[in-house]
Nanobody, 119 residues
Framework: QVQLAESGGGLVQAGGSLRLSCVVS????????MGWFRQAPGKEREFVAN????????NYADSVKGRFTISRDNAKNTVYLQMNSLKPEDTAVYYC????????????WGQGTQVAVSS
């Protein structure tokens, strides 16, 4: 059974930083493309960033480019999201997710971690 467990969320002032972590178990991590998504209150879930199996390729939503960095440590089965220069509009529940190579849909999801940014 595949499990994804996020941590690192919290309350931070605008301009501050947070680092989210997501540990994956029950699956060969290096075979999994990993991504971060977020869902703000009253809004649909949106893509934030993703990273290829060995970290060579990363993609970001325009709203976070230059502020967020996704990375992974395959030896620790962990994917990270470093969030800098946080804004109130970054407030959301952040989810990590994984998908198999060749598929567009993410099959594996964590339960989410809350990030709140105060102005």
């Amino acid at each position: 059974q595949v499990q994804l467990a996020e941590s690192g969320g919290g309350l931070v002032q605008a301009g501050g930083s947070l680092r989210l972590s997501c540990v994956v178990s029950g699956r060969t991590f290096s075979r999994t493309i990993m991504g971060w998504f977020r869902q703000a209150p009253g809004k649909e879930r949106e893509f934030v960033a993703n990273i290829s199996r060995y970290g060579v390729t990363t993609n970001y939503a325009d709203s976070v480019k230059g502020r967020f960095t996704i990375s992974r440590d395959n030896a620790k089965n962990t994917v990270y999201l470093q969030m800098n220069s946080l804004k109130p509009e970054d407030t959301a529940v952040y989810y990590c997710a994984g998908r198999d190579i060749g598929l567009n849909d993410y099959s594996y999801w964590g339960q989410g971690t809350q990030v709140a940014v105060s102005s």
